[in-house]
Structure formats: C-alpha cells, structure tokens
C-alpha cells in the first residue's frame, strides 16, 4: 500500500507471449480460466523481467505521485 511491500512471492520461469495460456493479473490461473478475481480496481499494472527491489517499488510509487 503506498508504495510499500505488503507481501512477495517468489516465482520462476518464463513469460512468453507465445504461450497457450493468457496473462491473468489479479487472478489466479490453474486452469486457463480465471479463478478467484480480484475484487477492486488496479491503478498501474507492470511486468518486468526481473523481480524489483524494496527500492525500486518506492521509487516507481514516489515518480507518480
């Protein structure tokens, strides 16, 4: 919230645009479908190749303000 790290999870793999399966952000996806939505709305959505530092997210949320 506010620029702070409420929670991390560590994850592995690729993420390729030639995958048979959509990117669901703010879902759980085990299945191709969508499952367990998030309820509410998302300001700013990223994905990045890497995972961003404690740093880095306070400066993303500082740049936009």
């Known amino acids: ?3 702070s ?3 991390s999870h560590a994850q592995t793999g ?3 645009s030639a995958g ?3 990117l669901y952000i703010g879902a759980l996806n085990n299945t191709g479908t969508a ?3 998030f309820n ?3 300001d700013d959505s990223r994905v990045y190749n890497r995972a ?3 740093v880095e997210i306070r400066q993303l ?3 936009g303000r």
């Open 1 to 3: 919230k506010n620029g």
């Open 5 to 7: 790290v409420l929670s």
């Open 14 to 16: 690729d993420i390729s």
């Open 20 to 22: 048979a399966q959509p």
């Open 35 to 37: 499952i367990n939505p």
């Open 40 to 42: 509410g709305k998302l």
């Open 52 to 54: 961003l530092s404690a």
């Open 61 to 63: 949320y500082n740049q």
